[in-house]
Every structure is written in C-alpha cells, then in structure tokens.
C-alpha cells in the first residue's frame, strides 16, 4: 500500500511516461526510492533528462502526494499497479503497460475473457444496431466487452453488454474526474454497476486528443 501511493506520485508526474516510470522504479528499487533520491541521482541513471530529473524534485512534497492518495480513496476508485495480483494479467503483457490503473467498479477474473468492439463515432444505423447486438450475443455467452464510451459504435457496445445484463468495461482517455463525452454521463453510471471504467491518466486529467489513441492500446 505504500509504494502504490508513490507509484501513484510518479506516474502522474509531467513528462514522466509509463515506460519511465517502470524503468526509474526499477533502476531504484521502489517509487519511494524515486521520491527520496537527489537530484543527481535521478540525472546519473541516465533515465530521464534534467528537465524531467527537475520536474520529478518539483513535484517530491509528501503532504501533496499524501493529498492526491487521499482524494482518489474519498472518490471510491480502487488503484491496482502492475505490481499487484489484481492487475489484469492480459495487460501486463502489451507494449506499454500503464503501471498504474484507477478503476470505478470492480475487475474481475472472468474479465480476461473479453472482446473490444471499436468503431466510428458517426455510424450508420445499420453499424450501430450491428454492434449492439453483436456485443448482446457476446455478452450473452459471458465474455466481457470492452469498448471506449465514445459515441457511435462504442456506445452501441456498451449497451448491448448491458442489455444482455453482462459485463462491459469502458476505458477513458482523461482522469475518472471526467466523463467524456458528457452525453455519456447516464451511460458510464450504468457501466460502473455493471463493469468498470478504467483509466491510466490521474484522476483529474482533462481530455485532450493526444490521449486517446494512446488509450487504445489498453482497450
């Protein structure tokens, strides 16, 4: 539980990426090792540049790190890093494995059987009504599916797994904080009683279109 909450820290931090972060943990033993080291240590590992090595010291104040732990708990969102067993095994095994994963809703094992449906935002009525009974049948026989909340085919997907009374995960490209889009709202609801949403981004990570395709990796 301790070192969650510096992983937490240092994923978070400006410029420090997913794979940074795992190689700084590595090379140091632990985040917490990350927080306490100087700043010449961050710059002889010859992991990050200065201006990263600089942002990570900026941003090594316990009560801020303590603040964030806290206000993720006070918003219900479980944290599972890729160091824990309750990550999902299917993405420790991707190119790029976020080492951090906020969840509203619950993972379970049986969600390693899944299948995503992805598709245009500006669907027809035929891919759409495809797509959610597609996702019906699937849901139906008891594999989850997994889709990115976006209108369209992705919101098709969801419904249909609801409609089966089946699981279904969403998977964000900003922070729990947001529901994007907010046309949405209703349906993220109804997917945390059912599923989970998921995110790799902090909590209050606004949406921004850089972040999505990266997303799709975990989708």
Not at 78 to 100: A, G, Q, S
Not at 152 to 170: E, V, W
Request: with cysteine; proline share 4%.
């Amino acid at each position: 539980m301790k070192d969650k909450k510096y992983l937490m820290w240092l994923s978070s931090i400006p410029g420090v990426g997913s794979r940074t972060c795992l190689r700084l943990v590595k090379h140091f033993g632990s985040a917490e090792n990350v927080f306490l080291c100087s700043f010449s240590e961050l710059m002889d590992s010859g992991i990050v540049r200065e201006k990263i090595a600089e942002s990570i010291k900026v941003n090594s104040n316990i009560e801020k790190v303590n603040e964030y732990f806290r206000i993720v708990k006070d918003n219900d969102i479980r944290v599972y890093t890729i160091f824990e067993n309750e990550y999902p095994k299917n993405l420790k095994h991707i190119y790029d494995p976020p080492p951090v994963l906020y969840v509203k809703g619950e993972l379970i094992t049986g969600d390693s059987l899944a299948i995503s449906i992805v598709g245009s935002r500006k669907a027809s009525d035929y891919g759409i009504k495809t797509a959610h009974r597609i996702a019906l049948r699937l849901a139906e026989s008891g594999i989850t599916i997994v889709s990115g909340m976006a209108l369209g085919i992705d919101s098709a997907a969801h419904k249909g797994a609801l409609a089966a009374n089946g699981r279904t995960i969403a998977v964000f490209g900003c922070g729990l904080k947001y529901v994007y889009p907010a046309a949405n709202f209703r349906l993220s609801r109804e997917i945390e009683k059912r599923g989970a949403l998921i995110s790799e981004y902090p909590f209050d990570t606004e949406a921004y279109p850089s972040q999505f395709p990266a997303r799709n990796r975990i989708i």
